[in-house]
C-alpha cells in the first residue's frame, strides 16, 4: 500500500475525529462541570438529528444553516432538563445519577421508535457525494464542512469560557463548589446554564453528524461510549482536550483499522483509554485534580 | 445444622424471618402453582436477582461501581461452554474452571484501577472498557466461534440431568433458586464477618478506613474478586439454558446495565435489595407487556416507555431504593440502615 | 406518520383485566378446538433489529387475504415481540404457548429462534422458522421444529451457483474480488462458508483481501479506502442495510466504482437502499433467498404488497415470512385438527408445489430443513429489483459492468 493509501486514510481519520471531538464537547462541559455522568448524551445527540432530518426533509433547509438554531433548540431542552429533572441528582451518589440518565435514554430511545420508525434516515445534501482532490489525496467534503464547524464552535465555547464573565463563573463553580456558593453565585442557575451549553453542543454535534451518517433510534449508545472515551483521553472540562481526543481517537481508530482487522479497531480506542485512565488520568489537556 | 440456622437468623426479627420463609415457601412451590410462562418469568427474575446480589457484593459492600459486570458473566458462559463442546466436560467442572478465571480477571481490573487510583466514575468506565474489550476480543476468537456464535448441543432428554445441566425447565429452576439463595446466605455471612465490617468503613469513607489502619487495597481486591467469582455461575447457567452465546449479546453494555438495574432499584447495599429489585423490574415490564396486549395496544416501544418512566418515578422518589421504603413500611427494618 | 391505536375505554379496561387475570391464574385451556388456527408470531418488532422485524410483519399483514383466496383455513395471528433480546423471546415464546398458540412462527435472528425452538420442542408445539441462517438450530434432533429457509451453507453455495450463471450470461468475470463482510453473526458464518466451499466452485476470481468490519460501524471510510488499494475488479461484500449505504456512499465519495457489487446477503436490495441513495443505488447484485417473479403467488403477493404498502418492493422477509404462515395453513387444512402432535406430522408432510420462493417448493428433509431452496440473484435497476438467475426464474438480462458513481447524474 503506498503513501497516498496512508495519507487519505490518516486525513480521514483526523476530520472524522474532529467531529467525533465536538459530539464530546458537549459532554466535557457538563461532565467536567456539573459533574453528572450523563449516559444519555448519545440519546441526546440523536434528538438533535432527528430535529435536522425533519427540517431538512420538509423545508429544505441545510444542516450547515441550521447548525445555530437547532443548537439554540437543545439549549433550552438542556436547560429545562437540568432544572427540572437533574438537579437534585447532582449530590447523589454515582449509581442514581447513572439510573436516572438510564432511564431517561430508555424512554428517548424508544418515543424515537414509535414517532419516527426504526428506518434509517437521512439528509441529502446537494454536496453529499463531493469530494476535493488535493495531490494524492481525497477529501469528503461534507467531512471538511463538518469538521469546519467542529474548530469554530469549539473555539467559540473556548473564547466563552475564558472571556466571558458567566464563563468565569461556570469555572469557579467547577473548582470549586462551595467557594463559588461562598462567594455568592448561584450555583444552581449556574449549573442549568452550563447543561444548557452542553446540550447545545451535543445540537451542533447532531446537527453536523447527519452530513455524515444517518439516525436510527438505537444509534445513541454507541456515541455515548465514544463520548466518555474521547472526554476521558483528552481531559475533563477542556475543550481543546475534548476535539484533541476526538482527534487522536479517529486517527488511531483509522490507521489501526488499516493496519489490522477494521472490525477490532474499536480495541484501540479502548486500549488508550485504560493507558490514560492509568498513566495520566486528567487526560492530555486536562488540570490534574487533588 | 439448627445451630447453622441460628447464626444466620440471628438479629433477624421474627416477623423478618416469618416473610422471608413464608417467600421461600412460595417460591418453592412455583413449579406446582405456576405455568411454564411465569415459570420462565421466575427464572429471569431469579437470574437477575443472583447477578445482582453477586455485583451488590462490590458496589454495596465495597463501594465500587462496576459497570462491565457483564464480562465475569461473559467468561463463566464461554469457558465451561467451551470444555463441553470441544471435551465434554460437564458444567461443574467448568465451573470450576471458570472460577479462578473470572476471579483473575477482576483482581487485574482492581489492581490496575486501586494501584493507580482510579476510582468513582473513572473505575465505572474502566470497567466497561474491559468488557468492551473482551466483546470485540471474543468476536474474532476462533475457538468460541468468534462472532458467528458457539452452540451448544441440546439433548432433549426425558429425564434431568443435572450433571450435564439438561433438563425441563423445573430443573433449571430449582438450580438458580437454590443459587439465589446461596448468593443471598453468602452476603449475609460477608457482611457480618470481619471483612464486611472494613468493607462498610471503606464505602463510607475510604481515607478514614485506610487512617484507622484498614488495608483498604487488600480489603477491595477481595471484594472485587469474590463479586467476579460469584457472577461466573451465572454464565454457566446462562449457556446451558440458552444453548447459544454470541459475544455481541453476551457481553454486550447492556447485559451489564441490566444486571445493576435491580440492585440499584431494589437498593444498593442492603442485603434483600438485588432480589426485590429484580421482582419489580421484571414484573413491572411483563405486566406492561401483558396490560398492552390485553387492552388492544400493539406499539413496539411502548412498554419499554412506560418501563423507562417507571424506573424514573422510582429512582426520583425513593433515592435509597425500593427495600429500604418497603422494610420500613413491614416493620422489618433491619438494624442500622 | 404514526398509526393511531385503540385508546382504552371501560369495556376494554374490563376486558384487559379479565385477560390479564386469566392469563396470569388458568393453564393453557382447550388447544385442541375448532376454528381458526391460532398460530403465534415472534419477531424483533422493537431493539435493534426492529427495521427488519417489522418489514418481516408486512409479510404477516397481507397473508390473510391471499390465504383465503388459496382456500386455505383461517388463521388467528398472535403477535409477539421479541425485543431483539434472547430472555424477552423465550419469555414471550413461553407466554404465547400458555395463551393458546398452537404453533409458532419466527423468529429472523439465529440466537433467539435457538431459544424459542427449545421452547416449541419442549411444549411439542410445531415452530416454522421463516428466516434464521445459522445451521445448528437443525442439527439438534428437534421433532417440533421446522425451517423454510436457507442455511448458511446453502446460502453460500447458491451465492456461487449464481454468481457463475450470471458470469455465463454476460460473458464476462471478474478475475480479483475484495472481499468485505460484516463481523457479525452472519458475516462470520458467511465467511466460513465461503472459505470451506470456495474450492468447490471453481470460481474464475481470487480474493485478493478479506476486509471485516464492525457492524455498529458509523464509518467505513478506511475500509473502502483499503478495498481499493487493492485494485480488484469487483466487491464481494456480506453485509447489512447500514453498511450497504456507508460503503456506498464511499464508493462515490473515494471515485471507485468496481466493475460489479456482488453481495450475498441483505442489505442492498433493501427498500431504504434504494430510496436513499437514488441514482447511486443501480447495479447491486444480491445473491439471496428470493421469490419467483414467474410464478403465480409471487404475483398474488406483489399486487397484495402494493395494495397496502405502496412503494415497498416485495423482498425476502415479506415472501419468507408469508411462506412460513402458507405451511402453517396448509398443515392446518390436511391435520384437520389444531392438535399439535397432528400438526407437526401434517407440517413434517408439507408438500406445496404451488409457493413463491424460487426451487421445487416447500417441503422439509428428516432434519426439519427444506433444504430444495434455490437462492436466487437480483439487481438493482431504476429503483426496482430485476430478477437476473437462475434463468428459470429470470425477469431480465444482468448490466455489466457497473455505471461509474461519477457519471451518475
Redesign the interface.
Known sequence: MGVGVYLNVAVAGVLTGLVYGLMALGLSVIFGVVRVVNFAHGEMMSIAMYIAVVLFSSFHLDPLVMLVPIAAVMFVFGYALQAGLINPFITRPEHSQFLLVVALAIIIVNALLIIFGPDARTVQTSYAYDSFEIGPVIVDASKAYAAAAAIVVTAALFAFFRFTLIGKAIRACADNYTGALVVGLNVNRLYALTFALGAACVGAAGTMMTLITDVTPALGPGYTLLAFVIVITGGLGSMPGALIGGVLIGLTEALAGLLFTPSAKSMFAFGILVLVLLFRPQGILGRRLV | MAAMIARLTDGLSRRAFVLLAGLLAVLLAAPWIA???????LI?ILYLAYTGQAWNIM?GFAGQ?S?GHAIYAGLGAYIPAVLFTRLGIGPWIGLLAAIPVAAACGAIIGF?AFR???A???F???T???A??AR??F??LTIV?????L?L????LAHNDLWRLRG??TMFYYVILAATVFALILSRLLLRSRMGYFWLAIREDEQAARAAGVDTFRYKMYAVMISAAVTSFAGVFYAFF???L?P??VFN??RS?EM??GP??GG?GTLFGPILGAFVLTGLA??V???LA????????????F???C??LV??AL?EGIWPWLARRLGIAERGR | MNSTYMLPNRRHLLAGAVATAATVAAPAILRAQSGPLKVGVLLPRSGYEAGIGQDCQRGVDIAPGILKSLGLPDLTIMNGDTESNVDTAREHAEKLISDGAQLLVGAFDSGQSTAIAQVAEQKGIPLVINIAGAPDITEQGYKFVYRNFPTAPMLTRDGFVQQKAVFDIVGKAPKTVVFMRVNDTFGTAMSKAFAAMMPKFDMPYTIADEISYDPAARDLSVEVTKAKATNADAILVVGRLNDAMLITRELAKQRWTPQAILSVGPGWYEDQYIKTLGKLSDGPMSFVPWYDPNKKLSKALESALAAKYPGINLNTNHVYTFEALLVAADAYKRAGSTDPKALADAVRTTNITDNASIGPGISFNAKGQNDKIIGGGIQNRGGKLITIAPKEAANGQPDWPMKSYQDRA
Open positions: 405455568n411454564d410462562y411465569l415459570l420462565t418469568v429471569v458496589m461501581l459497570l490496575l493507580f487510583g482510579v468513582g466514575v473513572y465505572a468506565i474502566l466497561i472498557a474491559f468492551e474489550f470485540i476480543g468476536d474474532h466461534n468468534a462472532s458467528a456464535g452452540f448441543p441440546v439433548a432433549q425441563s425447565l440458552y444453548n447459544n454470541f455481541e449479546q453494555i447492556s446495565i445493576i438495574l440499584i432499584i444498593v411483563e405486566s407487556t401483558s396490560a390485553a387492552f388492544g395496544v400493539d406499539l413496539p416501544g411502548a412498554k419499554q416507555i418501563y423507562g418512566i424506573l424514573l429512582v426520583v433515592p
